[in-house]
């Protein structure tokens, strides 16, 4: 079983349509969890960052967390054509120096 | 010039080429890492340095040898290579070692084929 599994998609909505991703996990150790979003031929960059269980916004994005069910969900309201993108999750434990990584899931925003 | 920039953007080698990835940061950060990205799999860490120390091999093949002259540059020398070592390179920073509340920030990559 992997430690991290995120459906790789691809995914396809329409503009203005709320964006569910999400990931599930095995190490109940993990404690610090991420979302990255990659644009075709860049590097990852860093989304959005929670500390353990609950909800984290920024803008139109908004990250959950649940600890008990091993399940982090990044949703993104409004969504934009720019949005299109691959997301990748990534968690690691307390004071571990090894970041795990998603699949990555592909989304597109059509216009 | 700000964040992580890797040269070059695309390199295609064959099997007995001998070639080397760069990096360099302007974060001033202490931490720089060297990953692997295939096609349909997620992230794979090969390498970590911290003040220029390696502090992890993720059980790389000797065909990729690192080096850290500087906590600003990282190198990846790269010979006799296999096909299957076709993917996208990415170099790392952080402030320093990952533990707490440290951060990634990743360069675009370099896109390397094989052949």
């Known amino acids: 079983q992997k430690e991290v599994e995120q459906d790789p998609g691809p995914l396809s909505v329409p503009e203005g349509a709320i964006v569910s991703l999400n990931c599930t996990y095995s190490n109940s150790a993990f404690q610090y969890f991420m979302w990255y979003r990659q644009y075709s031929r860049k590097g990852p960059e860093l989304l959005m960052y929670?500390?353990?269980?609950g909800n984290k916004e920024d803008g139109r994005f908004t990250a959950q967390v649940d600890k008990s069910s091993k399940y982090i969900s990044l949703f993104i309201r409004d969504s934009q054509p720019s949005d299109s993108a691959t997301y990748l999750c990534?968690?690691?434990?307390?004071?571990?120096?090894?970041?795990?990584f998603g699949q990555g899931t592909r989304l597109t925003i059509n216009p | 010039e700000t964040g992580v920039t890797q040269t070059p953007r695309h390199l295609v080698m064959g099997m007995t080429n001998k070639k080397s990835l760069k990096c360099e940061q302007h974060?001033?950060?202490?931490?720089m890492y060297w990953y692997k990205q295939s096609a349909k799999k997620p992230l794979e860490l090969m390498f970590v340095y911290n003040f220029k120390e390696q502090t992890e091999n993720n059980s790389v093949p000797s065909r990729f040898s690192p080096e850290c002259p500087n906590s600003s540059h990282l190198f990846l020398h790269l010979h006799t290579l296999q096909p299957e070592d076709s993917a996208l390179y990415l170099c790392?920073?952080?402030?320093?070692?990952?533990?707490?509340?440290?951060?990634?920030?990743f360069g675009s990559g370099t896109q390397l084929s094989v052949l």
């Open positions: 974060l001033g950060h202490n931490a």
């Open positions: 990534a968690m690691r434990g307390q004071g571990a120096q090894k970041l795990v």
């Open positions: 790392a920073s952080s402030q320093d070692i990952l533990g707490g509340v440290e951060k990634l920030f």
């Open positions: 929670t500390y353990s269980s």
